[in-house]
Nanobody, 119 residues
Framework: QVQVVESGGGLVQPGGSLRLSCATSGLIFMNYHMRWFRQTPGKERELVASISNFGTSMNYANSVKGRFTISRDNDKNTAYLQMNNLKLEDTAVYYC????????????WGQGTQVTVSS
Protein backbone atom coordinates (compact mmCIF):
# COMPACT_ATOMS: atom_id res chain seq x y z
CA GLN A 1 0.00 0.00 0.00
CA VAL A 2 0.96 3.60 -0.45
CA GLN A 3 2.45 5.26 2.60
CA VAL A 4 3.10 8.93 3.20
CA VAL A 5 4.83 9.75 6.48
CA GLU A 6 5.79 13.19 7.74
CA SER A 7 8.48 13.82 10.31
CA GLY A 8 10.57 16.66 11.66
CA GLY A 9 7.99 18.70 13.49
CA GLY A 10 8.57 20.03 16.95
CA LEU A 11 8.82 23.08 19.15
CA VAL A 12 10.89 26.00 17.96
CA GLN A 13 11.34 29.62 18.97
CA PRO A 14 10.33 32.49 16.71
CA GLY A 15 13.03 33.07 14.15
CA GLY A 16 14.15 29.49 14.30
CA SER A 17 14.15 26.81 11.64
CA LEU A 18 12.78 23.34 11.08
CA ARG A 19 13.02 20.89 8.24
CA LEU A 20 10.06 18.63 7.62
CA SER A 21 10.42 15.39 5.71
CA CYS A 22 7.80 13.44 3.82
CA ALA A 23 8.84 9.88 3.10
CA THR A 24 6.77 7.93 0.61
CA SER A 25 6.61 4.32 -0.42
CA GLY A 26 4.41 2.14 -2.57
CA LEU A 27 4.15 4.66 -5.37
CA ILE A 28 6.13 5.79 -8.37
CA PHE A 29 7.40 8.97 -6.81
CA MET A 30 8.11 10.77 -10.07
CA ASN A 31 4.44 10.43 -11.02
CA TYR A 32 3.37 12.61 -8.10
CA HIS A 33 3.33 16.29 -7.40
CA MET A 34 4.10 16.91 -3.75
CA ARG A 35 2.35 19.47 -1.60
CA TRP A 36 2.52 20.66 1.97
CA PHE A 37 -0.62 21.83 3.74
CA ARG A 38 -1.13 23.08 7.25
CA GLN A 39 -4.13 23.35 9.51
CA THR A 40 -4.87 25.05 12.80
CA PRO A 41 -8.04 24.38 14.80
CA GLY A 42 -10.74 26.79 13.71
CA LYS A 43 -9.09 27.53 10.39
CA GLU A 44 -9.38 25.89 7.01
CA ARG A 45 -6.57 23.79 5.67
CA GLU A 46 -4.07 25.96 3.84
CA LEU A 47 -1.84 25.05 0.94
CA VAL A 48 1.67 26.05 1.98
CA ALA A 49 3.87 24.91 -0.88
CA SER A 50 3.90 22.61 -3.86
CA ILE A 51 6.47 21.11 -6.17
CA SER A 52 5.88 19.44 -9.49
CA ASN A 53 6.75 15.82 -10.14
CA PHE A 54 9.99 16.67 -11.91
CA GLY A 55 10.88 19.30 -9.33
CA THR A 56 10.96 22.04 -11.92
CA SER A 57 8.10 24.16 -10.62
CA MET A 58 7.52 25.37 -7.06
CA ASN A 59 4.76 27.50 -5.63
CA TYR A 60 4.27 29.03 -2.20
CA ALA A 61 1.59 30.68 -0.18
CA ASN A 62 2.23 34.39 0.17
CA SER A 63 2.48 33.99 3.92
CA VAL A 64 5.56 31.77 3.66
CA LYS A 65 7.19 33.03 0.48
CA GLY A 66 10.83 33.85 1.07
CA ARG A 67 10.95 31.85 4.30
CA PHE A 68 9.99 28.30 3.29
CA THR A 69 11.54 26.12 0.61
CA ILE A 70 10.00 22.96 -0.78
CA SER A 71 12.22 20.36 -2.39
CA ARG A 72 12.27 16.71 -3.33
CA ASP A 73 14.82 13.95 -3.60
CA ASN A 74 13.57 11.54 -6.20
CA ASP A 75 16.25 8.99 -5.34
CA LYS A 76 14.91 8.82 -1.79
CA ASN A 77 11.21 9.18 -2.65
CA THR A 78 11.09 12.01 -0.15
CA ALA A 79 9.87 15.59 -0.16
CA TYR A 80 11.02 18.28 2.23
CA LEU A 81 9.90 21.59 3.60
CA GLN A 82 12.66 23.80 4.93
CA MET A 83 11.13 26.42 7.21
CA ASN A 84 13.24 29.40 8.19
CA ASN A 85 12.47 32.50 10.22
CA LEU A 86 9.47 30.82 11.76
CA LYS A 87 6.70 32.96 13.16
CA LEU A 88 4.06 32.33 15.78
CA GLU A 89 1.41 32.12 13.08
CA ASP A 90 3.24 29.20 11.47
CA THR A 91 2.07 26.98 14.31
CA ALA A 92 -0.05 24.22 12.80
CA VAL A 93 -0.24 20.57 11.93
CA TYR A 94 1.60 20.14 8.66
CA TYR A 95 0.41 17.54 6.18
CA CYS A 96 2.15 16.08 3.18
CA UNK A 97 0.11 15.29 0.10
CA UNK A 98 1.10 13.25 -2.95
CA UNK A 99 -1.07 14.08 -5.93
CA UNK A 100 -0.68 12.01 -9.06
CA UNK A 101 -0.23 13.44 -12.50
CA UNK A 102 -3.17 13.17 -14.86
CA UNK A 103 -2.02 9.87 -16.33
CA UNK A 104 -1.35 8.31 -12.91
CA UNK A 105 -4.25 9.38 -10.71
CA UNK A 106 -3.85 9.16 -6.98
CA UNK A 107 -4.22 11.33 -3.90
CA UNK A 108 -2.47 10.33 -0.70
CA TRP A 109 -2.04 12.07 2.62
CA GLY A 110 0.23 11.70 5.59
CA GLN A 111 -0.87 11.72 9.20
CA GLY A 112 0.53 15.16 9.91
CA THR A 113 3.31 16.50 12.08
CA GLN A 114 2.92 19.23 14.67
CA VAL A 115 4.93 22.42 14.38
CA THR A 116 4.74 24.76 17.32
CA VAL A 117 6.42 28.15 17.27
CA SER A 118 6.54 29.64 20.74
CA SER A 119 8.70 31.76 22.97
Amino acid sequence: QVQVVESGGGLVQPGGSLRLSCATSGLIFMNYHMRWFRQTPGKERELVASISNFGTSMNYANSVKGRFTISRDNDKNTAYLQMNNLKLEDTAVYYCNAYGVAMAPGDYWGQGTQVTVSS
